[in-house]
């Protein structure tokens, strides 16, 4: 009798471990499930935020493109511009002067038959320009009042056009903005914009500034003193472009 209740006790802890197993077996299961998938939220809201981060980039890559394509864009068409034009230089010698009370005006030993204003250069240095009087060169020195040539004004490039100051070697550069800051020592260059010089030839410094409401001027002790030299270099850049 003792052995039958044995027995029977034993089918039914056996029948309650099966049952007790699977519950656990479910659960787990279960759990296997909901530990899957939220591996797979995670995975996705990871993906999703990766995506999000590599679009920020690609963003910033295109914007990065289009600025670099721009340049090179621009680039490409001043290297054209360039090859429209052809730059001479040729030397003159001063004859005379045009006027014996105004040593600002000489004439040179170059014929002249165009109407476009030239750059007149003495030891790399701007010393004024040329036009043409009676098919004949006429040079405005530095410090003639129709010496007027583009120039750039210390780092921050403010421009400027160069007038020649009565009685006085100094030049002055007018219309410089007031936004602009120059400065009492600033080197001033040909900016190249009137195509009348190159961009670098330099022209003197900044040694006195006056400041208007909307505009401000600098006096400018020049590099070089062009009344008194006899020889200069006549700068031009003529288009290559045919006129239709």
Do not use: C
Not at 202 to 219: P, Y
Request: glycine share 4%; aromatic share 12%.
């Amino acid at each position: 009798m003792i052995g039958l209740y044995i027995f029977n006790v034993d089918q039914s802890l056996s029948s309650k471990f099966i049952f007790i197993n699977k519950i656990k077996d479910y659960y787990t299961e279960k759990l296997v499930i909901i530990e899957k998938t939220l591996t797979k939220y995670f995975f996705q809201a990871q993906t999703i935020e990766n995506l999000e981060l590599e679009n920020q980039d690609l963003k910033k890559f295109r914007l990065l493109y289009t600025e670099k394509n721009l340049e090179l864009t621009h680039i490409k068409d001043s290297h054209m511009d360039l090859k429209n034009y052809k730059a001479d230089l040729r030397l003159a010698q001063v004859l005379s002067y045009v006027d014996f009370d105004d040593f600002t005006k000489v004439w040179l030993d170059a014929k002249k038959t165009d109407t476009q204003i030239e750059g007149l250069i003495s030891e790399n240095y701007a010393a004024g320009i040329v036009v043409n009087k009676d098919n004949q060169a006429l040079a405005l020195l530095n410090g003639n009042e129709k010496s007027n040539y583009a120039v750039y004004i210390g780092e921050n490039k403010a421009p400027g056009i160069t007038h020649g100051k009565a009685n006085s070697n100094i030049l002055l550069a007018k219309f410089i903005p007031i936004w602009i800051n120059i400065k009492i020592g600033d080197e001033v260059i040909t900016s190249g914009m009137d195509n009348i010089f190159f961009e670098g030839l330099k022209v003197g410094k900044v040694i006195a500034i006056k400041k208007m409401a909307d505009m401000q001027e600098a006096q400018i002790e020049p590099y070089i003193n062009a009344l008194n030299q006899n020889f200069f270099y006549i700068y031009s850049k003529k288009s290559l472009k045919k006129i239709k």
